[in-house]
């Protein structure tokens, strides 16, 4: 029904900065809650940031300051803008989007952060 296609991420250095977006597509009435997730090797997928329809955000304590995320409801795509990128921040990115009853997961794009 719903599709989610994410676009950015790659290499960066620490210090850097990256942004990725995700695009939903389908039978879209009204889009709830959208985020962002990411999961390490070997780790658990945790919550990086969420965004409700009416603009409350919720942020996980390691990236408060340093990431942003956004929405363009006319656009139906999240974004999240990453500053000051850490190694610890290396992770599949993944988004999140609730819509009706269900929720989407996209497909997941990888960001690296070297030192």
């Known amino acids: 029904q719903v599709q989610l296609v994410e676009s950015g991420g790659g290499l960066v250095q620490a210090g850097g900065s990256l942004s990725v977006s995700c695009a939903a597509s389908?039978?879209?009435?009204?889009?709830?809650?959208m985020g962002w997730y990411r999961q390490a090797p070997g780790k658990q997928r945790e919550m990086v940031a969420t965004i409700t329809s009416g603009g409350s955000t919720d942020y996980a304590d390691s990236v408060k300051g340093r990431f942003t995320i956004s929405r363009d409801n006319a656009k139906n795509t999240v974004y999240l803008q990453m500053n000051s990128l850490k190694p610890e921040d290396t992770a599949v990115y993944y988004c999140?989007?609730?819509?009706?009853?269900?929720?989407?997961w996209g497909q997941g794009t990888q960001v690296t952060v070297s030192s």
């Open positions: 389908g039978r879209i009435f009204s889009i709830g809650r």
């Open positions: 999140n989007v609730v819509v009706s009853l269900y929720t989407y």
